[in-house]
């Protein structure tokens, strides 16, 4: 795993710290202590405290979470690399695109989950004074509601932090599950190589556009987001040489010269593969329902046996002590054959 270091294992998952990660913190809090409440740094040394730990947080619960859904639905992810703002950059995805799908949603889907929690509470705690706004996520920090209370500021900065991650990660460019998303869909209809061509050049718009806005905006969310999503492009474009020289039997690729690629894929051949890889797919959940079926039926049987063997003892207990010798389970066990026997004689 390149750029980063190992931080601490998990439930047989190992938490890995991006080298944009330790950056970022140090930046920040760098600015932080030369805040002064008039620059354009809209953060002291409290809140960029709070604002690193929900960061944290927040991209934590966001990465376990999609590592947690992929494992479940049969992909291989045993790491979690901790991005500034989320991200996927190895691992093996669940075999289909609907499982891609939702692979790709369910990380943004927790962020927003978060977001929407506080929201709630931050109406809630001050009377609708202050509605946080997700395309201005930090335009109510410091409102006199938020800045007076000592919880309700680390509550919203959670907030902000999980709008923002949320958001980011929808972008359809590498390392963002937005890639994903956009690959998945477009598989079904164009095939595996074609969906991952065009994916790779919307990624490139996709930089382009972030760098060109924070540039000219002096904005630098866009230009750290546009600077991880170029090396992560750049990383992608090293592992399919590598893998084209492998598979071809060529030499190892250095970085000034690349094996070239298939011009003219055939796109019938991916989509051939995603019809078996559907059809097995199909059949094993025919296998699971089947199983599930012989086992639900078998527990029918053993049910019915252990009542009619109670049946046999409440008939024989009717001829030794009488009808007014059953308690009112029996009576109720005895009352549900005799109306089975007359519907089915």
């Known amino acids: 795993m390149s750029w980063s270091v190992p931080a601490a294992r998990i439930g047989g998952v190992t938490i890995r710290i991006h080298a944009f990660l330790l950056v970022t913190i140090v930046i920040v809090l760098i600015r932080a202590a030369w805040h002064t409440g008039s620059d354009s740094f809209p953060l002291g040394p409290r809140p960029a405290g709070w604002f690193l730990a929900a960061l944290i947080l927040v991209v934590t619960i966001h990465e376990l979470v999609t590592v947690l859904v992929s494992r479940r639905l049969g992909g291989h992810m045993p790491e979690v690399v901790l991005q500034p703002l989320g991200g996927l950059d190895d691992g093996v995805l669940p075999p289909g695109w609907r499982r891609a799908v939702i692979t790709a949603l369910v990380g943004p889907l927790s962020a927003i989950t978060i977001s929407v929690t506080v929201a709630v509470v931050i109406l809630i705690s001050t009377g609708g004074a202050v509605a946080p706004n997700p395309f201005s996520p930090v335009s109510g920090l410091y409102s006199v509601e938020v800045a007076s209370s000592p919880w309700l500021e680390p509550i919203y900065i959670l907030g902000a932090v999980a ?38 050049r919307l990624g490139v718009l996709t930089v382009t556009v972030l760098l060109i806005v924070g540039l000219l905006g002096l904005w630098l969310l866009p230009v750290l987001v546009g600077a991880m999503c170029a090396a992560s492009l750049h990383r992608g474009r090293r592992q399919a040489a590598v893998e084209t020289a492998v598979f071809r039997g060529e030499s190892w690729p250095d970085d000034a010269s690349y094996p070239p690629s298939n011009p003219d894929p055939d796109p019938m051949l991916d989509l051939r593969t995603d019809a078996l890889v559907d059809q097995e797919e199909a059949a094993a959940e025919g296998d699971r ?6 086992k639900s039926g078998r527990a029918d049987r053993e049910a019915a046996a252990r009542e009619e063997t109670e049946l046999d003892r409440v008939l024989e207990k009717i001829a030794t002590d009488g009808l007014d010798s059953l308690d009112r389970r029996e009576r109720r066990l005895l009352a549900r054959a005799t109306e089975r026997r007359r519907e089915d004689p």
Request: charged residues 25%; without cysteine; positive net charge.
């Open 163 to 200: 709008t923002v991650v949320a958001g980011v990660n929808l972008l359809p460019a590498p390392p963002f599950r937005g890639r994903i998303l956009f690959e998945a869909v477009l598989r079904p209809q164009m095939g595996t190589t074609a969906a991952r061509r065009m994916t790779r």
């Open 289 to 294: 329902k089947n199983r599930e079926a012989l």
